[in-house]
């Protein structure tokens, strides 16, 4: 079984920053990529990045390209995402995924095999 576990979350100021790391655990695992969602209240799940585990290629919602950015450690099995000028609409739970096999379009949560629990990224105005 597979686990996925978010870290970093928390509160931070506007401008500020966090970097949220998501760790893969349990049988012996290589994901064909990882990403990162986010859902704030009221609203639905939203594609922020991925990354390919083998090549390191990453893809981004164009919105946050430039402030967020994906990254992984293939020996630590960790993916990271570096989050910078924080902005309060940023706010949110972000979860961690991973899918096993190639798929054609990275920004769809239903293309993912794991997720983790969520981390709450909280930002003050």
């Known amino acids: 079984q597979v686990q996925l576990v978010e870290s970093g979350g928390g509160l931070v100021q506007a401008g500020g920053s966090l970097r949220l790391s998501c760790t893969a655990s349990?049988?012996?695992?290589?994901?064909?990529?990882m990403a990162w969602f986010r859902q704030a209240p009221g609203k639905e799940r939203e594609f922020v990045a991925a990354?390919?585990?083998?090549?390191?290629?990453?893809y981004y919602t164009r919105s946050l390209e430039g402030r967020f950015t994906i990254s992984r450690d293939n020996a630590k099995n960790t993916a990271y995402l570096q989050m910078n000028s924080l902005k309060p609409e940023d706010a949110a739970v972000y979860y961690c995924a991973a899918v096993n096999a190639p798929t054609p379009d990275y920004s769809d949560p239903y293309a993912y095999d794991y997720w983790g629990q969520g981390t709450q990224v909280t930002v003050s105005s």
């Open positions: 990354i390919s585990w083998s090549g390191g290629s990453t």
């Open positions: 349990g049988r012996t695992f290589t994901p064909y990529a």
